[in-house]
Structure formats: C-alpha cells, structure tokens
C-alpha cells in the first residue's frame, strides 16, 4: 500500500498570504490528523477529520482550517500567514479514530514564512 | 488531559553501547502508549505501541519498551545501538476513548562511532 503523501514538500510564502496544504492518506483510511512541527513547541496537534467531520480541534487560531473530502483527502488552509507559522505541517491517517488506531505519518510539508 | 514527559533533549551514546530513553506520562485515565521515530527530514514512523497484555513490547529493529503503570513509564531501550539509529525519538499517548494523541517533547539520540 503507498503510504500517506503530503503535497507540496516544500513552501515559500510572504506575511499575509494564504496557504493551502494537501494530504492523501493511506487506501482505506478514514482519519485524517494534522500536526505542527517546530523546533520550540514540539509536535501540536491541530484537527483531526473522520468522514468529512472534524472530530476534534487544538488550540490554534481560526486562522487554521481544515477540511476532508469524501475520499478521505484531507487539506488543510492557514490565513494571513504571520512568520511564527514556519513549520514543518505533519498528516497523519488511521483505519479509525480510536486510541488504539496507529497513526501513519506523511512526510510533511515544510512552510517557510518571509 | 494527558501529558507526556521526555527528560532528555539529547542522548549521546557510543555505537554498540546500549540505550534507554525515558518517557514519561500523566493521565487522569486509561491511555495507550507509542514510540515514533523521526529521521532526519523525514515523518514519523511508528517504533512500537502498548495497548494492552504483555507490558514488554517489541519492535522488529530491536528495540523495546515496558509499560510500567505504577509509575506512569513507558521507557525505550535497546541493548546495542547502530550509527543507523541516529534520530529522533518521540513518545506518545492517547485516550482509550477517541484519537487525542499528545506527544512528549521528543528526544535527539545521536550515536556516535
């Protein structure tokens, strides 16, 4: 099975713009997860989508959006980029959205914010 | 809510030399555990998980941790390390009940030849 994909690897965007990151999970996953990696916070979660819902939200500005289609991609869109968004973007898919479900990580998204 | 601990940053260790990554995590209730690894540029590939029964687990690259309840641990080790294993190591929980997964803070194992 091809395992979860991320695109694009890497941006580039200015102050102000917007953002939009894609993610395929893997064949027959229903659960779509996304995390932000910095070097001073660590791995955040950030929403996790499970047939077209959210199911759950971390702690970040409306600012971070998200949204899951029904083939269980999932994308996830930041507006009004400020530089502290920099960070590598993490998707992560499961079978379901119990706690014994393994997350299976993409390779992530690196955003970089002039 | 659930928290998770890794006391070491940074964990230098010679190659051959064994290993122990300490984890650990507070929950107000029943969690599951895992271990991700990250190398460099790269995403997070899960090492090993504890759900339930034996409270040793095992990962096929040698590595292994012991759920240890009574004092909320979930330390990673392995007998004899490799320069392959240079990475870094993230530990985890999540609720029995629906997919709130916390990470700890992560630890850089370099092993040095």
């Known amino acids: 099975k091809a395992g979860v994909t991320q695109t694009p690897r890497y941006l580039i965007k200015t102050r102000g713009q917007q953002v939009t990151l894609s993610c395929s999970p893997i064949?027959?996953?229903?659960?779509v997860s996304w995390y932000q990696q910095t070097p001073g916070q660590g791995l955040q979660f950030l929403f996790e989508y499970f047939s077209e819902t959210q199911r759950n939200k971390g702690n970040f500005p409306g600012r971070f959006s998200g949204r899951q289609f029904s083939n269980s991609r999932s994308e996830m869109n930041v507006s009004t980029l400020e530089l502290g968004d920099s960070a590598l973007y993490l998707c992560?898919?499961?079978?379901?959205?119990?706690?014994?479900?393994?997350?299976?990580f993409g390779p992530g998204t690196r955003l970089t914010v002039l | 809510a659930q928290s998770v601990t890794q006391l070491d940053s940074q964990v230098p260790v010679f190659e051959e030399a064994p290993v122990e990554l300490r984890c650990n995590y507070s929950?107000?209730?029943?969690?599951?555990l895992f271990w991700y690894v990250q190398y460099p540029n790269q995403g997070l590939q899960l090492l090993l998980k504890?759900?339930?029964?034996?409270?040793l687990v095992e990962s096929i690259n040698g590595f292994e941790a012991e759920f240890n309840k009574s004092q909320t641990s979930f330390h990673l080790r392995k007998p004899s390390v490799h320069i392959s294993d240079t990475a870094e190591y993230f530990c985890a929980v999540s609720e029995l009940r629906g997919q709130n997964f916390v990470f700890g803070p992560g630890t850089r194992l370099s092993v040095l030849p």
């Open positions: 064949s027959g996953h229903r659960s």
């Open positions: 504890y759900l339930s029964g034996s409270t």
């Open positions: 992560a898919s499961s079978l379901g959205t119990g706690g014994e479900d393994t997350q299976y």
């Open positions: 929950s107000s209730v029943s969690v599951y």
